[in-house]
């Protein structure tokens, strides 16, 4: 019996081929020929190109992009701002023009402009402020004086607008006050009290005698 090293695989034209059961040969496959790796290998993807970049600039630097460079144009658009939805004195806005570094000459015409078209107003910004502010806090006048002159209100203007506040209702708006605060001091001693009661009404901007005789009715009455 004769052996041979290599088997054949039965009809097989190609002697010495090896038997490996399960395999296919190179001619078995599809196109009759063995396929490259390269070949099998999925086509590389098509890469695009990445979308530039888009720099942000901080909010500051984009509004500063988006303002008017002309001086005058800069200084409405400044007072505009402030001017939406509260009113302001002339020296508020001259201040906050100053601070934008708006030249002194430009931006007086421009708040002159204002004040012509009664867009700037301290007279009303006067009686406004001594209106409200003595009502919702019970401001006396003293302190409504001093609270208009540091916004630059001039002197006669401030005298106006305290008239709308005459001494009988100076004195009741600070009996109210002296009622309102003394529902929290019952069980203090009456000397501290009083003592405190005066002070809170100093600091209201009401003269030292008023606020005595202020006390001193309301206690009458609690008693």
């Known amino acids: 019996m004769t052996h041979h090293s290599d088997a054949e695989v039965p009809g097989s034209d190609e002697p010495g081929t090896e038997v490996?059961?399960?395999?296919?040969?190179?001619?078995?496959?599809?196109?009759?020929r063995r396929r490259r790796r390269s070949e099998l290998a999925p086509p590389p993807t098509e890469q695009l190109p990445e979308p530039?970049?888009?720099?942000r600039r901080p909010k500051r630097e984009q509004r500063r992009a988006a303002a008017p460079t002309d001086p005058a144009a800069q200084a409405r658009d400044i007072c505009l701002r402030l001017l939406t939805g509260t009113a302001k004195t002339r020296k508020q806005l001259a201040d906050a023009l100053?601070?934008?570094?708006?030249?002194?000459?430009?931006?007086?015409?421009v708040l002159d402009?204002?004040?012509?078209?009664?867009?700037?107003?301290?007279?009303?910004?006067?009686?406004?402020?001594v209106e409200s502010r003595h009502a919702v806090r019970g401001?006396?006048?003293?302190?409504?004086?001093?609270?208009?002159?540091?916004?630059?209100?001039?002197?006669?203007?401030v005298e106006r607008a305290l008239e709308q506040v005459g001494g009988e209702d100076e004195e009741e708006a600070a009996r109210e006050l002296v009622r309102r605060k003394l529902r929290?001091?019952?069980?203090?001693?009456?000397q501290v009290r009083t003592r405190r009661l005066v002070g809170m009404l100093a600091r209201r901007g009401y003269s030292e005698g008023l606020a005595f005789r202020a006390v001193k009715d309301v206690l009458a009455e609690e008693d």
């Open 184 to 190: 929290t001091m019952r069980a203090l001693d009456p």
């Open 139 to 157: 401001l006396g006048r003293r302190a409504l004086a001093q609270e208009l002159r540091q916004r630059g209100v001039a002197g006669e203007l």
């Open 98 to 109: 100053r601070k934008k570094e708006i030249p002194e000459e430009v931006a007086a015409e």
């Open 20 to 32: 490996f059961p399960g395999l296919l040969r190179a001619s078995e496959l599809t196109g009759g």
């Open 52 to 55: 530039p970049v888009r720099e």
């Open 113 to 129: 402009r204002y004040e012509e078209v009664g867009l700037i107003d301290d007279g009303a910004f006067a009686a406004a402020w």
